[in-house]
Protein backbone atom coordinates (compact mmCIF):
# COMPACT_ATOMS: atom_id res chain seq x y z
CA UNK A 1 0.00 0.00 0.00
CA UNK A 2 1.25 3.59 -0.74
CA UNK A 3 0.80 6.83 1.37
CA UNK A 4 -0.56 9.11 -0.85
CA UNK A 5 -1.24 11.40 1.72
CA UNK A 6 2.47 12.29 2.48
CA UNK A 7 4.11 15.68 1.30
CA UNK A 8 6.08 16.56 -1.57
CA UNK A 9 9.77 14.16 -1.00
CA UNK A 10 8.25 11.61 0.95
CA UNK A 11 6.93 8.40 -0.49
CA UNK A 12 6.15 5.09 1.92
CA UNK A 13 5.05 1.62 0.67
CA UNK A 14 4.20 -1.00 2.95
CA UNK A 15 4.40 -4.03 2.30
CA UNK A 16 7.06 -3.26 0.02
CA UNK A 17 9.10 -6.53 -0.22
CA UNK A 18 7.25 -10.20 0.01
CA UNK A 19 7.58 -12.48 2.51
CA UNK A 20 10.21 -14.93 0.09
CA UNK A 21 12.45 -11.93 -0.74
CA UNK A 22 12.28 -11.21 3.41
CA UNK A 23 13.35 -14.74 4.16
CA UNK A 24 16.07 -14.56 1.19
CA UNK A 25 18.02 -11.31 2.40
CA UNK A 26 17.79 -12.60 6.12
CA UNK A 27 19.30 -15.79 4.92
CA UNK A 28 21.84 -13.52 3.39
CA UNK A 29 22.09 -11.07 6.31
CA UNK A 30 22.97 -13.99 8.55
CA UNK A 31 26.30 -14.89 6.44
CA UNK A 32 27.56 -11.19 6.94
CA UNK A 33 30.16 -10.42 10.11
CA UNK A 34 28.79 -6.53 10.93
CA UNK A 35 31.36 -4.29 12.32
CA UNK A 36 31.36 -2.28 15.38
CA UNK A 37 33.57 0.73 14.39
CA UNK A 38 35.16 3.34 16.84
CA UNK A 39 34.30 6.64 16.02
CA UNK A 40 38.01 8.24 15.94
CA UNK A 41 41.39 6.45 14.96
CA UNK A 42 44.89 7.24 15.26
CA UNK A 43 45.51 10.15 12.92
CA UNK A 44 41.42 11.78 12.91
CA UNK A 45 41.57 11.35 17.50
CA UNK A 46 38.59 12.94 19.19
CA UNK A 47 38.02 16.72 18.97
CA UNK A 48 38.66 18.14 22.96
CA UNK A 49 35.49 17.59 25.05
CA UNK A 50 34.98 14.83 22.65
CA UNK A 51 36.12 11.27 23.45
CA UNK A 52 37.17 7.35 21.71
CA UNK A 53 33.70 5.46 22.03
CA UNK A 54 31.93 3.12 19.75
CA UNK A 55 29.46 3.64 17.72
CA UNK A 56 26.19 2.96 18.81
CA UNK A 57 25.40 0.13 16.96
CA UNK A 58 26.83 -2.56 13.78
CA UNK A 59 26.80 -1.28 10.67
CA UNK A 60 27.46 -2.97 7.14
CA UNK A 61 27.90 -1.25 4.27
CA UNK A 62 27.70 -2.24 0.15
CA UNK A 63 29.27 -0.11 -3.08
CA UNK A 64 31.71 1.81 -0.31
CA UNK A 65 32.31 1.59 3.12
CA UNK A 66 32.32 5.38 5.03
CA UNK A 67 34.16 4.14 8.24
CA UNK A 68 33.34 6.34 11.05
CA UNK A 69 37.09 7.16 11.71
CA UNK A 70 37.05 8.70 7.81
CA UNK A 71 34.54 11.01 9.01
CA UNK A 72 31.77 10.06 6.28
CA UNK A 73 31.04 11.60 3.00
CA UNK A 74 30.27 14.97 3.44
CA UNK A 75 30.48 17.39 0.18
CA UNK A 76 31.24 19.75 -0.71
CA UNK A 77 34.42 19.67 1.35
CA UNK A 78 34.41 16.12 3.07
CA UNK A 79 34.50 13.91 -0.26
CA UNK A 80 37.95 12.61 -0.61
CA UNK A 81 39.22 9.84 0.90
CA UNK A 82 35.92 9.05 2.70
CA UNK A 83 34.48 6.11 0.66
CA UNK A 84 36.30 2.87 0.44
CA UNK A 85 35.64 0.74 -2.44
CA UNK A 86 33.77 -2.27 -0.75
CA UNK A 87 30.95 -5.28 -2.12
CA UNK A 88 28.71 -5.44 -4.67
CA UNK A 89 25.15 -5.42 -4.16
CA UNK A 90 24.07 -9.60 -3.91
CA UNK A 91 21.90 -10.42 -6.77
CA UNK A 92 18.84 -10.34 -4.68
CA UNK A 93 19.98 -6.65 -3.06
CA UNK A 94 20.13 -5.48 -6.77
CA UNK A 95 16.90 -6.19 -8.06
CA UNK A 96 15.51 -4.52 -4.90
CA UNK A 97 17.66 -1.72 -5.71
CA UNK A 98 16.62 -1.53 -9.19
CA UNK A 99 12.91 -1.26 -8.44
CA UNK A 100 13.53 1.61 -5.72
CA UNK A 101 15.51 3.30 -8.33
CA UNK A 102 12.54 2.86 -10.62
CA UNK A 103 10.00 3.71 -8.44
CA UNK A 104 12.37 7.08 -6.99
CA UNK A 105 12.13 7.60 -11.32
CA UNK A 106 8.69 7.83 -11.38
CA UNK A 107 7.38 9.38 -7.86
CA UNK A 108 10.24 11.63 -7.08
CA UNK A 109 10.14 15.26 -8.67
CA UNK A 110 12.85 15.47 -11.19
CA UNK A 111 14.41 18.52 -10.27
CA UNK A 112 15.18 16.23 -6.66
CA UNK A 113 17.04 13.93 -8.37
CA UNK A 114 20.75 15.01 -9.75
CA UNK A 115 22.27 13.97 -12.55
CA UNK A 116 24.15 10.96 -12.52
CA UNK A 117 22.00 9.77 -9.92
CA UNK A 118 21.76 5.88 -8.69
CA UNK A 119 21.65 4.11 -5.43
CA UNK A 120 25.37 2.65 -5.58
CA UNK A 121 25.66 2.56 -1.94
CA UNK A 122 23.79 0.90 1.20
CA UNK A 123 24.24 1.16 4.56
CA UNK A 124 23.38 -1.60 6.90
CA UNK A 125 22.10 -0.72 10.12
CA UNK A 126 21.44 -3.62 13.27
CA UNK A 127 19.33 -2.23 15.77
CA UNK A 128 18.92 -3.58 19.35
CA UNK A 129 20.06 -4.52 22.71
CA UNK A 130 23.77 -4.08 23.93
CA UNK A 131 25.54 -5.93 26.90
CA UNK A 132 27.23 -3.47 29.21
CA UNK A 133 28.64 -4.33 32.08
CA UNK A 134 26.41 -7.54 32.39
CA UNK A 135 22.73 -5.54 31.56
CA UNK A 136 21.15 -5.71 28.20
CA UNK A 137 20.08 -1.92 26.94
CA UNK A 138 18.22 -0.59 24.66
CA UNK A 139 20.48 1.00 21.95
CA UNK A 140 18.01 1.17 19.30
CA UNK A 141 17.88 4.97 18.50
CA UNK A 142 19.65 7.10 16.01
CA UNK A 143 20.29 10.91 17.39
CA UNK A 144 19.58 13.87 14.95
CA UNK A 145 22.01 13.68 11.61
CA UNK A 146 21.79 14.49 7.55
CA UNK A 147 22.36 11.79 4.94
CA UNK A 148 24.70 14.14 3.03
CA UNK A 149 24.64 11.97 -0.26
CA UNK A 150 23.35 14.08 -3.28
CA UNK A 151 19.45 13.58 -3.79
CA UNK A 152 16.77 10.86 -3.10
CA UNK A 153 17.72 8.39 -0.16
CA UNK A 154 15.86 4.76 0.33
CA UNK A 155 14.90 3.05 3.19
CA UNK A 156 13.64 -0.36 3.75
CA UNK A 157 12.75 -1.62 6.93
CA UNK A 158 12.72 -5.41 8.65
CA UNK A 159 12.09 -6.57 11.92
CA UNK A 160 10.30 -4.50 14.83
CA UNK A 161 8.73 -1.24 14.11
CA UNK A 162 10.39 1.80 14.18
CA UNK A 163 9.57 5.74 15.31
CA UNK A 164 11.11 7.89 12.69
CA UNK A 165 11.21 11.82 12.80
CA UNK A 166 12.02 14.62 10.87
CA UNK A 167 12.76 17.75 13.19
CA UNK A 168 13.98 21.01 12.76
CA UNK A 169 17.54 21.24 14.47
CA UNK A 170 19.39 19.63 17.07
CA UNK A 171 17.18 20.43 19.99
CA UNK A 172 16.19 17.49 22.46
CA UNK A 173 13.71 19.58 24.49
CA UNK A 174 10.46 17.44 23.39
CA UNK A 175 8.40 17.49 20.85
CA UNK A 176 7.84 21.32 19.90
CA UNK A 177 10.74 20.52 16.57
CA UNK A 178 9.27 18.19 14.98
CA UNK A 179 8.14 18.55 11.54
CA UNK A 180 7.03 15.07 10.70
CA UNK A 181 6.40 11.75 12.19
CA UNK A 182 6.01 8.22 10.74
CA UNK A 183 6.33 4.56 12.03
CA UNK A 184 8.69 2.17 9.69
CA UNK A 185 7.36 -1.00 9.26
CA UNK A 186 8.94 -4.54 8.79
CA UNK A 187 8.81 -5.02 4.93
CA UNK A 188 8.59 -1.33 4.06
CA UNK A 189 9.92 0.97 1.29
CA UNK A 190 10.34 4.99 2.56
CA UNK A 191 12.18 7.64 0.14
CA UNK A 192 13.09 11.00 1.26
CA UNK A 193 14.30 13.69 -1.01
CA UNK A 194 14.29 17.64 -2.26
CA UNK A 195 15.96 20.67 -0.37
CA UNK A 196 12.81 20.19 2.94
CA UNK A 197 13.91 16.61 3.70
CA UNK A 198 17.32 16.28 2.85
CA UNK A 199 18.78 19.65 3.70
CA UNK A 200 16.63 21.52 5.89
CA UNK A 201 15.71 19.20 8.83
CA UNK A 202 17.17 16.44 10.52
CA UNK A 203 16.21 12.74 10.63
CA UNK A 204 16.30 10.34 13.64
CA UNK A 205 14.87 7.00 15.11
CA UNK A 206 13.46 8.01 18.41
CA UNK A 207 12.79 3.92 19.32
CA UNK A 208 12.06 0.55 17.99
CA UNK A 209 9.54 -1.20 19.43
CA UNK A 210 10.04 -4.65 21.52
CA UNK A 211 7.19 -7.19 19.91
CA UNK A 212 8.01 -9.17 17.36
CA UNK A 213 11.01 -11.63 19.22
CA UNK A 214 12.31 -12.63 16.07
CA UNK A 215 15.96 -13.50 15.68
CA UNK A 216 17.47 -11.24 13.00
CA UNK A 217 20.42 -11.24 10.99
CA UNK A 218 23.90 -12.33 12.38
CA UNK A 219 25.26 -13.67 15.34
CA UNK A 220 26.83 -10.58 16.68
CA UNK A 221 28.67 -11.01 20.31
CA UNK A 222 26.99 -8.88 23.08
CA UNK A 223 24.44 -7.78 20.99
CA UNK A 224 20.94 -8.69 20.16
CA UNK A 225 19.18 -7.18 17.41
CA UNK A 226 15.55 -6.51 16.73
CA UNK A 227 15.47 -4.00 13.51
CA UNK A 228 17.91 -4.23 10.62
CA UNK A 229 17.58 -1.16 8.25
CA UNK A 230 18.96 -0.80 4.79
CA UNK A 231 19.37 3.20 3.66
CA UNK A 232 20.24 3.73 -0.03
CA UNK A 233 22.58 6.58 -0.89
CA UNK A 234 24.39 7.67 -4.05
CA UNK A 235 28.06 8.62 -4.01
CA UNK A 236 29.54 9.90 -7.66
CA UNK A 237 31.85 7.55 -8.75
CA UNK A 238 34.43 9.39 -8.71
CA UNK A 239 34.23 10.03 -4.65
CA UNK A 240 34.81 6.37 -4.68
CA UNK A 241 38.55 5.01 -4.04
CA UNK A 242 39.85 1.38 -3.48
CA UNK A 243 41.67 0.78 -0.41
CA UNK A 244 45.50 0.96 -2.29
CA UNK A 245 45.09 4.49 -3.18
CA UNK A 246 44.15 5.71 0.53
CA UNK A 247 47.08 7.17 1.97
CA UNK A 248 48.94 5.16 4.31
CA UNK A 249 47.66 6.44 7.28
CA UNK A 250 44.50 6.29 6.60
CA UNK A 251 44.69 2.82 5.33
CA UNK A 252 46.93 2.37 9.04
CA UNK A 253 43.30 3.70 10.60
CA UNK A 254 40.96 0.99 8.85
CA UNK A 255 43.34 -2.50 8.47
CA UNK A 256 41.88 -4.05 11.51
CA UNK A 257 38.71 -3.52 10.40
CA UNK A 258 39.66 -4.42 6.81
CA UNK A 259 41.20 -7.44 8.27
CA UNK A 260 38.11 -8.57 10.51
CA UNK A 261 35.55 -7.38 7.41
CA UNK A 262 37.85 -10.16 5.39
CA UNK A 263 37.26 -13.15 7.65
CA UNK A 264 33.74 -13.38 5.50
CA UNK A 265 33.66 -11.33 2.79
CA UNK A 266 35.46 -12.22 -0.37
CA UNK A 267 36.24 -8.46 -1.36
CA UNK A 268 38.12 -7.73 2.00
CA UNK A 269 39.97 -11.13 1.80
CA UNK A 270 41.44 -9.82 -1.28
CA UNK A 271 42.75 -7.17 -0.03
CA UNK A 272 44.19 -8.54 3.16
CA UNK A 273 46.11 -10.76 1.14
CA UNK A 274 47.16 -7.98 -1.04
CA UNK A 275 48.16 -6.34 1.64
CA UNK A 276 48.84 -7.63 4.79
CA UNK A 277 52.77 -7.58 4.25
CA UNK A 278 53.19 -4.20 4.80
CA UNK A 279 50.74 -4.04 7.82
O1 LIG B 1 17.01 3.29 10.60
C1 LIG B 1 16.45 4.18 9.97
O2 LIG B 1 15.26 4.12 9.67
C2 LIG B 1 17.21 5.44 9.61
C3 LIG B 1 18.69 5.23 9.49
C4 LIG B 1 19.39 6.52 9.27
O3 LIG B 1 18.94 7.57 9.63
C5 LIG B 1 20.69 6.52 8.59
O4 LIG B 1 21.24 5.44 8.32
O5 LIG B 1 21.20 7.62 8.29
Redesign the pocket.
Known amino acids: MKDTNLPLGLHYQFPFINRAEREKLLQWLSTLEPLWEMRFSKSNPPPEGDEQRPLLRPVYWLGNWQFACLDYYHPPKGVDFRCVTAETYPPLLRAIVDRIEFIVKKRVPKNFIPDGWKLNTC ?1 I ?1 F ?1 GNKLENGKWVDRAR ?1 GE ?1 K ?1 FEPGPVA ?1 M ?1 LGDR ?1 F ?1 QFVNGKSTLGDENVVFSQW ?1 EDSSLQIFSGDKWKNKTF ?1 R ?1 QRVEDRRKEKLGPEISGFQTRRI ?1 F ?1 FRYVPDKDIKPFHQFPRELQEDIWPYVQTLGNHSKHFQAIVKKHQSQF
Request: hydrophobic share 40%.
Open positions: LNYVHDSSAFLHVNT
